[in-house]
């Protein structure tokens, strides 16, 4: 059983800064994607950010030169460093994890995501 575990988060007045992170625990042999989704009140899920495991990024539009991905593939962890937070930014960030092989119970590939962290940016 594999599961992403969210910390971080909280709240930030505008053009401050704010990090999250994701674990993923189980007996994994592998992840090939690894990112953020966001979700806003009334909007539809987004991509934030996503990294390979070769350390391959793309970034959302809305997120480029402001928001920085990053990975410990050892550790199975993802990071997203936030800065020049807008209020527009505000939502429920959800980690996932695509292309999981884990090895116990039995070999098992599959996608995965965290419940999410709520980021608030007043203004």
């Known amino acids: 059983q594999v599961q992403l575990v969210e910390s971080g988060g909280g709240l930030v007045q505008a053009g401050g800064s704010l990090s999250v992170s994701c674990a993923a625990y189980?007996?994994?042999?592998?992840?090939?994607?690894m990112g953020w989704d966001r979700q806003a009140p009334g909007k539809q899920r987004e991509l934030v950010a996503e990294?390979?495991?070769?350390?391959?990024?793309i970034y959302a539009d809305s997120v480029k030169g402001r928001f920085t991905i990053s990975r410990d593939n050892a550790e199975n962890t993802v990071y997203l460093h936030m800065s020049r937070l807008e209020p527009e930014d505000t939502a429920v960030y959800y980690c996932?994890?695509?292309?999981?092989?884990?090895?116990?119970?039995?070999?098992?590939?599959?996608?995965?995501w965290g419940r999410g962290t709520q980021v608030t940016v007043s203004s």
């Open positions: 189980g007996s994994i042999f592998s992840i090939d994607v």
């Open positions: 990294i390979t495991s070769d350390g391959g990024i």
């Open positions: 996932h994890a695509e292309h999981v092989i884990s090895v116990s119970p039995e070999r098992r590939i599959g996608d995965y």
